[in-house]
């Protein structure tokens, strides 16, 4: 299994950024996807995630979606009206369905980190 994640970068507050997550070796419509970030200084933390339903986290709800392509295999996280808040590590995530998708613990396979930069 390999989960590739992408789109990450340097914007400016207020800035919209949309990072990919392209996952092969696994059947990925049978999967919970999730996003997670990590602060510098920070722990990982849960962003957005997507079984049947998709869940986020209360300070990123209304600003982030994370939509999902099965016909591409990719997971995405737009993300809109970025604040400086917002700079991290972004790591996308795939684990079996799961009914708490905002644990760390619930998923098994991880991409590399893509890096999200927001100047004030």
């Known amino acids: 299994v390999q989960l590739q994640a992408s789109g990450g970068g340097l914007v400016q507050a207020g800035d919209s950024l949309r990072l990919s997550c392209a996952a092969s070796?696994?059947?990925?419509?049978?999967?919970?996807l999730g996003w997670f970030r990590q602060r510098p200084g920070k722990e990982r933390e849960f962003v957005a995630a997507?079984?049947?339903?998709?869940y986020y986290s209360d300070s990123m709800k209304g600003r982030f979606t994370i939509p999902k392509d099965n016909t591409k295999n990719t997971v995405y996280l737009q993300m809109n009206g970025l604040k400086p808040e917002d700079a991290a590590v972004y790591y996308c995530?795939?684990?079996?369905?799961?009914?708490?998708?905002?644990?760390?613990?619930?998923?098994?396979?991880w991409g590399q980190g893509t890096l999200v930069t927001v100047s004030s």
């Open positions: 995530a795939a684990g079996s369905m799961s009914f708490n998708p905002i644990y760390i613990s619930e998923y098994r396979y």
């Open positions: 070796g696994l059947a990925f419509s049978s999967y919970t």
């Open positions: 997507i079984t049947w339903r998709t």
